[in-house]
């Protein structure tokens, strides 16, 4: 029997407006998602508000307050009785303005959101005022506007973020991952907007400070050092129509991510296919396809060129001539690339040849020793580094040889258990059943012969395979022994990444690396693991600054410390143009032999490639 739609009018509605709070909790979910996002949204309010002074107060990494107070135009009783109202904004009047925005923000979502999962207190005065107006908004319920004393601009308490809907906040990273990405959008506000100044605190301690005078180069060295500012080559193109001007890096500094990857469009900090394809353009021929190249851009063009409504946080646009923009910004980019320094600095590999050969500019900067290595009488000629292992004095001790390599098998074959037994020598070819002779080619490649055939090895990959397994049993064992560096070395970094690593300063210490802030923008490296054959502090902590950004974890974590210990390995592993003599070789391939599997490197990359007599018949066209 088929219902009567007229008699059942009468029932309750199951579809029914949701309350306005319920929706803006809603619309939070698009806009807000971390402590990050406030910190954005209220830095661009205050800049669309003609700010020249910007000050940003962090609490537990912005879970617990986020305050930024600016020296911008103010609003009166009207403005702030509005300014939690969904979709109330001052910067749009009709659909027209859609087609031309030039603000930073438009939709008047932001505030209204915010509002709806934190407590908000928005104290404003303009500036011919002489008092202040204060407004409270307790998770979406809103007083009424009140008299109150203050400075000129605008000041914005955003407490107890998702203190009512406690799901949400359980997505929430720990405090020194938030406040990286609280301070990473701080960094890029402050380089997208010259001639605005920048204060951010946390706890009360200052974290990030830029003046307004400073220009964009001043800017790029005070949030990311001299190293990376010095070798910045300028961009500069105007057709008329586009005008571009930054710097772009040599692609020595090229990055697994994005991170320093900055395009400003208007002021607008944004991601678009089209700029990131091409920059990889410009850079193509120059930088491996797999790293993301380093540069600061401005790009500026009318407003109606360009669609910023496409996406809810406003990172995404649309060109409207996205074909002349693309000519356009590559014929500025290429020269520009072209002109960087792109070889490598000839005193880090001077240093590192110097490391490989056994000489030591200073002795806490020399090979470290392995923990495991065999005896093997000592030489007067040969140099000495220091070596502190915990629990013992510092001591003398010979620099280690690719043959000396640890044995880091948990369950030897019996070739090699047998071997030990016997006190066999390590180059006895029916013990290691690894004949040779073996040929190196570019002192990078091994070449062995094998019953049907022969294999190639990739010297890199294997025994950066067998350091990373070496690390992962000390790790599990627990006996990561650390070499302390007489005189520690210091590494620029950003500040976000000080606060990761200074938060995370005990975890990685126990993973064998010993850092401590040095300064505002740097660390010094205090020790590294002790089984290093290489050890390369500034390249690892670079690595490890980056691993905990990215995953927003902390060292513990089981898959960071797996890519942390990946970095060390590769790092400090025999290199492609290191030369091994015939002992090196056996040695090395019987320590792969030794290991559960010794197919791959740590990133999956093979370790060999095998070819059979059967392969090359048929490359010979025998068979």
Wanted: proline letters at 7%; a negative charge.
């Amino acid at each position: 029997m088929s219902r009567d739609p007229i008699a059942g009018a009468s029932e309750e509605s199951v579809i029914v407006p949701l309350p306005e709070v319920v929706r803006n909790q809603i619309a939070a979910g698009e806009v807000i998602e971390r402590p990050a996002s406030i910190v954005k949204e209220l830095v661009e309010n205050s800049l669309d508000a003609g700010s020249g002074h910007l000050q940003v107060d962090l609490e537990e990494g912005g879970a617990k307050l986020v305050r930024v107070i600016d020296d911008g135009i103010g609003m009166n009783a009207a403005d702030l009785a509005l300014c939690f109202e969904p979709h109330a904004t001052s910067k749009l009047r009709d659909s027209g303005d859609l087609d031309h925005i030039a603000s930073l923000g438009f939709r008047g979502e932001a505030l209204a959101s915010i509002g709806s999962v934190a407590r908000c207190t928005v104290f404003s005065r303009r500036k011919d005022d002489l008092t202040g107006l204060r407004l409270i908004n307790e998770g979406g319920r809103i007083g009424e506007p009140l008299e109150a004393g203050g400075p000129r601009g605008t000041s914005i308490e955003i407490r107890d973020l998702f203190y009512n809907t406690p799901a949400r906040r359980r997505f929430l990273k720990k405090p020194s991952t938030e406040l990286s990405r609280c301070l990473e959008v701080v960094q890029r506000m402050a380089l997208g907007h010259l001639e605005v100044g920048f204060v951010a605190t946390h706890n009360g301690k200052r974290s990030y400070d830029i003046e307004a005078s400073m220009d964009l180069a001043a800017r790029i060295r005070r949030t990311f050092g001299s190293e990376l500012s010095d070798a910045l080559v300028p961009v500069e193109g105007d057709d008329g129509t586009f005008k571009l001007f930054g710097y772009v890096a040599p692609p020595r500094f090229a990055r697994r991510d994005s991170a320093r990857q900055m395009w400003f469009l208007n002021g607008r900090i944004v991601k678009d296919k089209v700029l990131i394809r091409v920059l990889k353009e410009a850079y193509r021929g120059y930088l491996d396809p797999g790293r993301q190249p380093v540069a600061f851009l401005h790009l500026s063009m009318d407003p109606s060129l360009v669609d910023v409504n496409v996406h809810p946080a406003k990172a995404e646009v649309r060109f409207r001539q996205d074909r002349r923009l693309f000519a356009f910004l590559l014929n500025s980019l290429r020269p520009a690339v072209a002109q960087t320094d792109m070889a490598t600095p000839g005193e880090g590999l001077l240093r590192k040849a110097l490391n490989r050969d056994g000489y030591q500019a200073h002795p806490g900067q020399g090979a470290l020793q392995d923990p495991g290595t065999l005896s093997r009488p000592s030489s007067p000629r040969e140099p000495f580094v220091v070596r502190e292992v915990p629990g013992r004095p510092f001591e003398p001790v010979q620099r280690p040889k690719i043959e000396d390599l640890p044995d880091f098998s948990g369950s030897p074959t019996q070739p090699a258990a047998a071997e030990r037994a016997q006190g066999a020598s390590l180059t006895d070819p029916e013990v290691d059943e690894l004949p040779g002779p073996f040929l190196q080619i570019d002192k990078t490649y091994l070449v062995r012969r094998l019953p049907d055939g022969f294999e190639v090895v990739d010297q890199h990959a294997l025994h950066e395979r067998i350091t990373y397994e070496g690390l992962l049993r000390d790790m599990a064992d627990g006996k990561v022994e650390v070499q302390r560096l007489l005189v520690p070395e210091v590494v620029e970094v950003s500040r976000s990444e000080l606060a990761l690593l200074a938060e995370h300063r005990e975890a990685l210490a126990r993973v064998g690396i010993e850092v401590e802030p040095f300064g505002e923008t740097a660390v010094a490296v205090q020790g590294m693991p002790a089984r290093l054959r290489h050890p390369d502090p500034m390249g690892l902590v670079r690595d490890v600054a980056e691993i905990l950004a990215r995953t927003g974890k902390g060292p513990e974590a089981a898959d960071v410390i797996e890519e942390v210990l990946h970095s060390a390995a590769c790092r400090s592993s025999v290199m492609a143009g290191d030369e091994l003599g015939e002992d090196e070789i056996r040695t090395l391939l019987r320590r792969g032999k030794e290991l559960e599997s010794d197919q791959t490197c740590p990133h999956s990359r093979p370790t060999r490639v095998r070819f059979t007599i059967a392969d090359l018949e048929r490359a010979f066209h025998r068979k």
